[in-house]
């Protein structure tokens, strides 16, 4: 199965940047679904960004949409999620994820196979 490992998560004061990364090992397709979400605590976890691992497509939550920025690097089977303008209400545990990419390019979990086990995101003022 596929292993995704998060990092880069930390602290920064609002209207800061960060960059995550997700690593994944193990056996990959041609074309693969991934994407990064996110749980704050006492909510449910919603999607930020989201692509394919070949061809075109990105997808964004309207909430990051001018402020995040999801890219790959398929040389190194990464994925990197650039996260700027950081708001108070960006403070998450942040979660890659990966699927087949057999039923198009979203951010419902339902689309999504293998997770990873999140990094801390914290934004203060």
């Known amino acids: 199965q596929v292993h995704l490992v998060e990092s880069g998560g930390g602290s920064v004061q609002a209207g800061g940047s960060l960059r995550l990364s997700c690593a994944a090992s193990?056996?990959?397709?041609?074309?693969?679904?991934m994407g990064w979400f996110r749980q704050a605590p006492g909510k449910e976890r919603e999607g930020v960004a989201a692509?394919?691992?070949?061809?075109?497509?990105?997808y964004y939550a309207d909430s990051v949409k001018e402020r995040f920025t999801v890219s790959r690097d398929n040389a190194e089977n990464t994925l990197t999620l650039q996260m700027n303008s950081l708001k108070l209400e960006d403070t998450a545990m942040y979660y890659c994820?990966?699927?087949?990419?057999?039923?198009?390019?979203?951010?419902?979990?339902?689309?999504?196979?293998?997770w990873g086990q999140g990094t801390q995101v914290t934004v203060s003022s």
């Open positions: 193990g056996p990959m397709h041609r074309r693969l679904l």
């Open positions: 692509l394919y691992t070949a061809g075109d497509g990105t």
């Open positions: 994820a990966a699927g087949s990419g057999a039923y198009g390019l979203g951010l419902e979990t339902e689309l999504f196979d293998f």
